[in-house]
């Protein structure tokens, strides 16, 4: 009996006092956390109903403390996006524009070679149209090399890339271009100079040097491709006689579409553009210096394979 009654008081006393306070103190931390997430469910409505094209930052004044960072971070994330898409529009922008113009020359040309009745006319006029398709490729194939490695994290492949014989092998392809010109390439340096890195892109990086070397130089001169070995680097050095780049605009060069306003040759503006980012990704640098005989010689410093 005194056990039972022990248990009755220790129930009255103790156990139902406690029973009853539970749903009261459940009440309290339901309305406190409500009240307290408030700030971040408006932040998570106004985060569901923004435009996808809306890429201005988050400001809440009354965000909890816990959740600042993450909105901070979200703040970064959504300017860097701002950054991508404006640099996205700027170069469909300009791509559009490079395009319309060889495409207005070709429509032109073609209404000629239709109408006109004498056939050196006609002749002249599809010279010309296979001349604007030959530039309206060449820009369109740019515009896709860099397009890929724009999206480009990392390289496809590393491999011990010979640049002496990769550099040969440049100067096959473009052989006719130089002949036209009456250009002789030549190659010297070191023969054994090796740099880890993707074959394809660096043909292009080359590619690219030699093919501006060969527009730009005068009828009959020579362009020449020197690779240095050194403890510290290996340099791929690419040289012409033309009229150089003045010191001010060796920054501008490397920009996308961009053209010196006294250029003879009609280039796409890619190709430095190009080989900046092929040499990023193989953790090179580029540097345009000017030839004591004249002209421009354009070097590229990759790191060796094994340094030090």
């Known amino acids: 009996e005194i056990r039972e009654e022990l248990a009755c008081y220790l129930a009255e006393s103790l156990i139902f006092p406690v029973l009853l306070s539970v749903p009261p103190l459940l009440l309290i931390v339901w309305f406190a956390l409500s009240r307290g997430l408030q700030p971040l469910l408006r932040l998570v409505r106004e985060i569901k109903r923004r435009d996808p094209q809306d890429l201005t930052p988050l400001y809440f004044s009354q965000v909890p403390l816990e ?112 002949q036209k010109r009456s250009i002789l390439i030549h190659i010297h340096g070191a023969e054994d100079g090796e740099v880890l890195g993707d074959p394809g892109h660096l043909g292009i990086l080359i590619r690219n040097l030699l093919d501006n070397a060969i527009r730009y130089s005068p009828s009959g001169e020579e362009v020449s491709v020197e690779v240095i070995t050194t403890a510290a680097d290996i340099r791929l050095m690419v040289g012409d006689h033309g009229q150089g780049i003045a010191e001010s605009q060796h920054d501008e060069v490397f920009l996308r579409f961009h053209r010196l306003a006294d250029a003879q040759s009609k280039g796409s503006g890619l190709g430095l553009s190009i080989v900046r980012r092929i040499a990023e990704l193989h953790g090179a640098g580029v540097r345009l210096l000017d030839r004591p005989e004249g002209g421009l010689l354009v070097e590229v410093r990759f790191p060796p394979i094994n340094p030090g």
Do not use: W
């Open 67 to 178: 959740v600042t960072p993450l909105v901070g971070a979200l703040n970064t994330l959504l300017q860097r996006l701002d950054k991508a898409m404006e640099g996205e529009r700027a170069f469909t922008g300009d791509a559009a524009h490079e395009l319309r113009t060889p495409l207005a020359g070709l429509r032109v040309q073609a209404q000629v070679a239709l109408r006109t009745t004498d056939d050196e006319i006609r002749r002249k006029a599809l010279d010309q149209i296979i001349a604007g398709v030959d530039q309206a490729g060449h820009l369109v194939e740019q515009l896709l090399t860099l397009s890929r490695l724009d999206a480009a994290k990392t390289l496809p492949c590393q491999e011990p890339v010979n640049l002496y014989r990769a550099a040969l092998s440049v100067a096959r392809d473009l052989e006719r271009l130089a």
